[in-house]
């Protein structure tokens, strides 16, 4: 996907390239579509946490879908080797550490959504 975009210099490559629906194609195959669904069980069991503490259901139905966002970025980012934010759009193979860097601030995100229902 977007082999295109690793003959552009990084400099002019474009900034946030949208997560679908390229990125589709990594959910349609089982073999990465159950890591995926792996990565929604602590999302959803940190939503359905939050309920049990009397939060409310809106708030814990938004949890679990910002939460399920972050997990379907992270998926994407792992799985295609390109991860695009504002920051730019780099690879694993060019550009290892700005691409890692921008992984690390996903992964951090979805755990903070994973995490907020047991500790509120």
Not at 38 to 52: E, G, K, R
Not at 86 to 105: H, L
């Amino acid at each position: 996907m977007h082999e295109e975009l690793k003959d552009i210099p990084v400099a002019q490559r474009p900034k946030m390239v949208s997560l679908f629906p390229w990125g589709t194609s990594y959910f349609r195959e089982w073999h990465s579509l159950r890591w995926f669904l792996a990565l929604l069980v602590p999302v959803t069991a940190s939503a359905v946490s939050f309920w049990f503490r009397k939060h409310g259901i809106g708030t814990s139905i938004s949890i679990g879908l910002v939460g399920a966002y972050f997990a379907a970025c992270l998926f994407v980012a792992l799985c295609s080797g390109m991860a695009s934010s504002n920051w730019g759009t780099y690879f694993r193979q060019s550009e290892p550490t700005q691409y890692w860097i921008q992984v690390a601030v996903i992964g951090m995100v979805y755990l903070v959504f994973s995490g907020v229902g047991f500790c509120v």
